[in-house]
């Protein structure tokens, strides 16, 4: 089964930046590369929401409004892993970010629902 390890994230300050790194095991390299993999994230009293994907052949990409032209995703899928380049943090950005693949049959504009396979997240926060 797929188990996914996100790690990365930390204290930042407004207009900072963090670099999230997700790590897939439990699969092959062929299936992973079938993945739009993605990451959402849940802030405090708010629901989950996706911030970025990215096509596994296509390559192409998709970001939330809330982060496009600030946050940056890429993909190495000979190590099975997603990246999430973040810049010009703000506060609104703080959450627990987890990485997850988009099921298949569905789209970024629905909110995800947490799967037994993803991981337990990486908290970003971003703060004075």
């Known amino acids: 089964q797929m188990r996914l390890v996100e790690s990365g994230g930390g204290l930042a300050q407004p207009g900072g930046s963090l670099k999230l790194s997700c790590a897939a095991s439990g699969l092959t390299h062929n299936d992973y590369a079938e993945y739009a993999m993605s990451w959402a994230r849940q802030a405090p009293g708010k629901g989950l929401e996706w911030v970025s994907g990215?096509?596994?052949?296509?390559?192409?990409?998709w970001y939330a409004d809330s982060v496009k032209g600030r946050f940056t995703i890429s993909r190495d899928d000979d190590k099975m892993a997603v990246y999430l380049q973040m810049n010009n943090l703000k506060p609104e950005d703080t959450a627990l970010y987890y990485c997850?693949?988009?099921?298949?049959?569905?789209?970024?504009?629905?909110?995800?629902?947490?799967?037994?396979?993803w991981g337990q997240g990486t908290q970003v926060t971003v703060s004075s």
């Open positions: 997850a693949p988009l099921p298949f049959g569905t789209s970024w504009l629905n909110p995800p629902d947490r799967q037994d396979y």
């Open positions: 990215m096509y596994g052949v296509s390559r192409d990409k």
